[in-house]
């Protein structure tokens, strides 16, 4: 990471607005709510623990969605011998300019390179033509979490590092039609994943065969809109017809006793997710993270201003913490040697969905005051009613969080008649934009020379494409969505 990168983020100085330098203000919310820090590593970060709890949350959901659509867990090696890897062509093609090769072993040169997984096609492609047999060992419906590493030049905070947290599945069928099947049924996973667990209003499309997976017949992807206009790739979804299967020999019996070539898929989901929970709901306090997902749902303040208050005070942030922890993950913010002040706007930063109050008067009333970090709006609640209220509202929360999330990608996808008006929209307000496409790469090519944005997909739900591409005039033949793009 550069220098003035850390220069430019000194942690005594306000929060800069989104408005001002949302780039900036992403790296300030992600290192001082103490999500992540830049490594000692080039081009790595490190996930601290209130970064790593968020995962886990996320991961937890994720993987019972995985399970539950019938896939199990397994782990493959790190290190994938160069043989493998070169077997396909056009794969190794596509990743080896960020491919990291490990060629020692202490001072001993290896007599065979071995490259730490970009992705890990190849190792378990070599396994699995080693188990499959016959019909009967078909579907293979095997996920697996781990790490990867991909040699980036540029790099930021869980968007681009070399070494990044994911989960890639990697599944084998006996027909074209089950793996398509596949295909599309994990890009509906992780679309119900990112809206109903991170309250994000995603985008599902086809990629154009520029934008696909190296060596995939088709790539499906979810495509998220960021509050500064840009897109971010949040998932994908690969069919790889028979591609790997006839490069590894993955072959089976069929019922006539054939032997056939199988068909397979790979999708995968990383922790760049949180970075689009990060720039798809967050504001100039800071974070804001859906309940579901958020390691901490409701922080206490206590609040007293004369000594004698304190103990009463604490005595009831004890038994509204006791009330609260079978219904939500809560915290206690004790620390004397700061301000309620001080409090508010560092787990605002930390984008604590729920805020709970408690003051004399509340002591006083046996009732608390609750506060949504979305919009500030408070409530009084008894505290006989709290621990049903907490629930409710925590999920009122999340579904609000989702309508923002709507109604910013429906404000900011916008139709384009012709390339004038391409131009200015993607100058003046970016945000997703609708329009004609001839389906030529070399077309593609050129709105992204010329604009920088790129096609981020081919919307499942698209409507038929009638008139001329908006770029060249020639006759559509695709309605596509363009964005600029993280
Ligand atoms: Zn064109």
Redo the contacts with the bound molecule.
Sequence with gaps: MAAEEHADDALGQELTDQEVDFSRWYTQVIRRSKLADYAPVRGCMVIRPYGYALWERMQALLDARIKATGHVNAYFPLLVPEELLQKEAEHVEGFAPEVAWVTHAGQNELEQRYCIRPTSEAIIGAMYSRWIESWRDLPVLINQWCNVMRWEKVTRLFLRTSEFLWQEGHTVHATADEAAEEVRRMLDVYEAFIREDLALSVVRGEKTARERFAGAEETFSVEGLMRDGRALQCGTSHNLGQHFARVFDITFQNQDGERKFAYQTSWGVSTRLIGALVMGHGDDGGLMLPPRVAPTQVVIVPIWRKEKDRAAVLEMVDEVRALLRPVARVEADLDDTTTPGWKFNEHELRGVPVRLEIGPRDVKNRSVVLVRRLNRQKEFVPLGELAARVPALLDEVQAAILARSVVYREENTREAADWPQFQTLMTETRGFIEAN????ED??K??QQETTATIRCLPLDRDPAVGK??????P?TERALFAKAY
Excluded: K, R, S
């Design positions: 496409w001839c389906g030529d077309c593609e050129a709105v591409c908006v770029h060249c005039g020639a559509a």
